[in-house]
């Protein structure tokens, strides 16, 4: 069911001609750019971004290497002699760090997950054997993904902390808690859900310092596929690493919407989110949109793109 299942939905290939690399990143353009810049009102910003380097707890799925800091000088270096004052007097500080692309917080490409021997818009497989040729990181870091993005705040909706882990949420949840926000989602928008996992993915870790993949999230239903295609949705976002779902509730299938909506759709991701201050402030003031500017690495071949993605109301 999943193989034809991905072969047979809808697929948005060659809509921005047949070399296109960064998919609904298309739909924002200029105009909309511009349009979604009437959302600041205050000037109040929120960044979206999980801490790096967060003491060694960086969430992180099965797989992926933990974040590794280390300092190549500091003051430590001139006290033993191995630096030396620049002329002047002046010292510095100096560091390095190994991250895993989909590590924390970060903006998957559309090179990122596929199915048979296919990424989006029909670039082949082969394409990815030693770093994606096409439809990598930094296409979309060089295009710029900035425009509008509307919070669902699932737990206010609902009157609970948090949604339960490895639970379905349904697009008809989503578009609720939309609607009680007071914003409908136009074309070229990015809906960011909340659904208060972030805060728990220290409580969540496993014995074995690994993160379960048993989070709750949207996945494939006929009618979300049908939301993202008739409002024309640029991306959606979640403060879970997955995204979605991974244990679909729906298909025999472990993330299905990376193929239906991503590779298939061109819709961007936007993963592993904090969402928490802008929630509280969108709950205080009653206003749920705000400009979203989300600025990943621009790292050529890489199949993410680490970034701290920024909220301005």
Sequence with gaps: MPEELYTTAPREWGRWGAGDEVGRANLLTAARVVDAARCI???RRFSLALPVNADGSDPALPGRPATEHRMLRDHQSYLTGEAVDARGG????????????????HLDALGHA???DELWNGHPATSTIGGLRYADAAALARFGIVGRALLADLPRWRGTERVPRGEQITIGEVGAALDAGGVHAR??????IRTGTAPQFAADRGPDGSWPEDEP??????ELIAFVRDLDIAGLGTDTLCNEQAHSATVDAEFPLHVLLQRNLGVLFHEALWL??????????GVYEAFYVAAPLRIRHASGGPMNPIVIK
């Design 187 to 192: 074309p070229g928008d990015t809906i960011l």
């Design 90 to 105: 002046g010292r510095s500080t100096d560091d390095w760090i190994g991250l895993a692309c989909h590590g924390t917080t």
């Design 276 to 285: 928490e201050d802008w929630a509280d402030d969108c709950a205080a003031d």
């Design 41 to 43: 009102r205050t000037g």
């Design 114 to 116: 596929y199915t048979g």
């Design 217 to 222: 999230g949207l996945t494939y239903e006929p």
